[in-house]
């Protein structure tokens, strides 16, 4: 018998390995005395980090194939990799997440000279845990667990609301309330409101209709030809960079578009690629460079805003990252100490009443945004008078690299413009966040965390994360608002 540990097998190291399931986690009572009278009162129990000992053995040929088998347990064991899964022959249904405990280091030595002894793996999380399983929501689940269970909800809005809630009757709080959590405004049923935010352009950037030329950028030159492909605006060619007079500088095309209205509070969403290492098909890229701007324009072509992303460095270092630029002032976005190199995210400017902000963030396939950057706690204020307080009618976008270096992989996938109500914007009815029809939310009690359309949210005061209960689980949702599944791990001691 043996343990598989972070997907590794025991035997791949030759490694004898002899192990005890642990019976219960460590653990402390609450217990409170009682004046007058012998013993106490319990309270309640807590468990701590649990404890998986390990006896090891190997037997070595030589000197050389001892220190070989010696290397690998070190670097099996190794607990600068955090936590790791941890799998008993024994018992193949169940995981425990584990580490080396810090006293085992001394114990590796022993186990160097004799060849045998026993480590210990400490779980943080003293629980075991079974096999994820999903299922599509509906108003009963079954947790065939020991301990309660820690759901994920994936769901998707059916219809424009207010706001969502989903509970569980049958885990419930010390006053006998069921946990539950709403997100979104609470209106009640006579209110008249308008929503916060209204969209007014979505482009998936899958045709230049609608676009033009434009010659206005801040540094450099425009040229070349902006293309379309299965991901939206790149670049088809740069021009003549060998083209006489031009002096080393950045280049590249840019198109601009009319909004169909002009806005003043607003919310700009640009996901791009800016791919500075290896493109997407894995080729590494050598000491390219490139960068995506958007600008933001009055009626007139005045500069508003710019917003840009990119590597201007030619290396393979963390120097990716994005500016937000307002009135001759500046914020930058970059993320330490792994930056955002090989960059596929969103890029966002948007100006509350008079405020500028500007939001980066890495997003995965499944849309979810992480390695958040944004200014929300140093917004920018134009000064009185500049073209900066002027109201938004134009939105350009320009891709761009130095004169003779190499290009990178750069895509301009898709832009959505909203008009909002500022926070020292009056309108007669109250401005609420509203729900649309096809939002994603995602409730992740694992992470203790909420996300609506890939974002991190909020949910109302009041609301409390569940878990699902040993047994049948009856959940409390509206059924013609929301849709979806939900997944989750058995638990077990």
Same mark, same amino acid.
């Given at each position: 018998?043996?343990?598989?540990?972070?997907?590794?097998?025991?035997?791949?190291? @030759?490694?004898?390995?002899?192990?005890?399931?642990? %019976?219960?986690?460590?653990? /402390?009572?609450?217990?409170?005395?009682?004046?007058?009278?012998? @013993?106490?009162?319990?309270?309640?129990?807590?468990?701590n980090i649990g404890r998986i000992p390990l006896e090891?053995?190997? %037997?070595?040929?030589?000197?050389?194939?001892?220190?070989?088998?010696?290397?690998?347990?070190?670097?099996?064991?190794?607990?600068?990799?955090?936590?790791?899964?941890?799998?008993?022959?024994?018992?193949?249904?169940?995981?425990?997440?584990?580490?080396?405990?810090?006293?085992?280091?001394?114990?590796?030595?022993?186990?160097?000279?004799?060849?045998?002894?026993?480590?210990?793996?400490?779980?943080?999380?003293?629980?075991?845990?079974?096999?994820?399983?999903?299922?599509?929501?509906?108003? !009963?689940?079954?947790?065939?667990?020991?301990?309660?269970?820690?759901?994920?909800?994936?769901?998707?809005?059916?219809?424009?609301?207010?706001?969502?809630?989903? @509970?569980?009757?049958?885990?419930?709080?010390?006053? +006998?309330?069921?946990?539950?959590? !709403?997100?979104?405004? #609470?209106?009640?049923?006579?209110?008249?409101?308008?929503?916060?935010?209204?969209?007014?352009?979505?482009?998936?950037?899958?045709?230049?209709?609608?676009?033009?030329?434009?010659?206005?950028?801040?540094? +450099?030159?425009?040229?070349?030809?902006?293309?379309? #492909?299965?991901? @939206?605006?790149?670049?088809?060619?740069?021009?003549?960079?060998?083209?006489?007079? $031009?002096?080393?500088?950045? *280049?590249?095309?840019?198109?601009?578009?009319?909004?169909?209205?002009?806005?003043?509070?607003?919310?700009?969403?640009?996901?791009?690629?800016?791919?500075?290492?290896?493109?997407?098909?894995?080729?590494?890229?050598?000491?390219?460079?490139?960068?995506?701007?958007?600008?933001?324009?009055? %009626?007139?072509?005045?500069?508003?805003?710019?917003?840009?992303?990119?590597?201007?460095?030619?290396?393979?270092?963390?120097?990716?990252?994005?500016?937000?630029?307002?009135?001759?002032?500046?914020?930058?976005?970059?993320?330490?100490?792994?930056?955002?190199? /090989?960059?596929?995210?969103? %890029?966002?400017?948007?100006?509350?009443?008079?405020?500028?902000?500007?939001?980066?963030?890495?997003?995965?396939?499944?849309?979810?945004?992480?390695?958040?950057?944004?200014?929300?706690?140093?917004?920018?204020?134009?000064?009185?008078? !500049?073209?900066?307080?002027?109201?938004?009618?134009?939105?350009?976008?320009?891709i761009r690299k130095y004169i003779g270096a190499q290009?990178?992989?750069?895509?301009?996938?898709?832009?959505?413009?909203?008009?909002?109500?500022?926070?020292?914007?009056?309108?007669?009815?109250?401005?609420?966040?509203?729900?649309?029809?096809?939002?994603?939310?995602? =409730?992740?009690?694992?992470?203790? $965390? =909420?996300?609506?359309?890939?974002?991190?949210?909020?949910?109302?005061?009041?609301?409390?994360?569940?878990?699902?209960?040993?047994? *049948?689980?009856?959940?409390?949702?509206?059924?013609?608002?929301?849709?979806?599944?939900?997944?989750?791990?058995?638990?077990?001691?």
């Open positions: 018998m043996g343990a598989t540990y972070r997907g590794v097998h025991s035997d791949e190291y @030759g490694l004898v390995v002899r192990t005890n399931p642990m %019976i219960i986690p460590e653990h /402390d009572n609450t217990l409170t005395p009682i004046p007058g009278m012998h @013993g106490a009162h319990y309270q309640s129990s807590q468990y090891i053995s190997f %037997i070595a040929r030589d000197i050389y194939d001892y220190s070989k088998r010696l290397r690998m347990l070190a670097n099996w064991l190794r607990p600068d990799e955090g936590i790791g899964e941890y799998v008993a022959d024994y018992e193949p249904d169940k995981t425990y997440f584990a580490v080396l405990e810090s006293t085992s280091m001394s114990r590796i030595e022993l186990i160097a000279r004799m060849g045998e002894g026993t480590i210990e793996l400490i779980c943080p999380d003293p629980f075991a845990y079974g096999r994820e399983q999903s299922q599509s929501l509906v108003s !009963t689940v079954a947790n065939d667990g020991t301990m309660n269970a820690l759901p994920v909800f994936d769901l998707t809005v059916k219809k424009d609301t207010d706001n969502i809630y989903i @509970g569980n009757y049958s885990d419930q709080n010390e006053f +006998g309330d069921h946990r539950g959590i !709403t997100l979104g405004s #609470d209106v009640e049923i006579d209110e008249e409101t308008e929503p916060r935010k209204r969209l007014i352009m979505h482009d998936t950037m899958q045709s230049t209709s609608g676009w033009e030329g434009a010659e206005n950028v801040d540094s +450099g030159y425009v040229s070349g030809q902006m293309g379309v #492909d299965d991901e @939206g605006f790149y670049v088809e060619s740069w021009g003549d960079e060998d083209e006489d007079g $031009k002096k080393p500088d950045w *280049i590249g095309p840019s198109l601009q578009r009319t909004l169909p209205e002009q806005v003043n509070s607003f919310i700009a969403d640009i996901r791009i690629a800016n791919r500075n290492e290896f493109d997407k098909n894995g080729r590494k890229i050598l000491a390219g460079v490139g960068i995506i701007e958007v600008y933001l324009r009055d %009626i007139n072509d005045n500069l508003i805003a710019k917003m840009s992303f990119g590597d201007s460095h030619g290396s393979a270092k963390a120097e990716n990252g994005g500016r937000l630029s307002v009135d001759g002032r500046s914020r930058t976005f970059k993320w330490n100490p792994s930056g955002y190199n /090989d960059f596929n995210g969103m %890029i966002r400017i948007w100006r509350d009443t008079e405020s500028f902000y500007g939001y980066v963030a890495s997003m995965t396939a499944g849309g979810q945004h992480y390695k958040v950057m944004d200014n929300t706690d140093s917004p920018i204020v134009p000064r009185p008078g !500049t073209s900066s307080e002027n109201r938004v009618a134009k939105i350009q976008v320009a290009r990178i992989y750069q895509r301009i996938k898709e832009i959505k413009v909203w008009s909002t109500i500022g926070m020292y914007e009056y309108p007669e009815k109250r401005p609420v966040e509203k729900f649309k029809a096809g939002d994603k939310v995602r =409730i992740d009690s694992v992470e203790g $965390k =909420i996300y609506v359309n890939g974002e991190e949210r909020a949910m109302q005061l009041g609301s409390d994360f569940f878990t699902l209960v040993e047994g *049948i689980n009856e959940l409390d949702y509206n059924p013609d608002l929301i849709e979806g599944t939900v997944s989750f791990r058995n638990r077990y001691l």
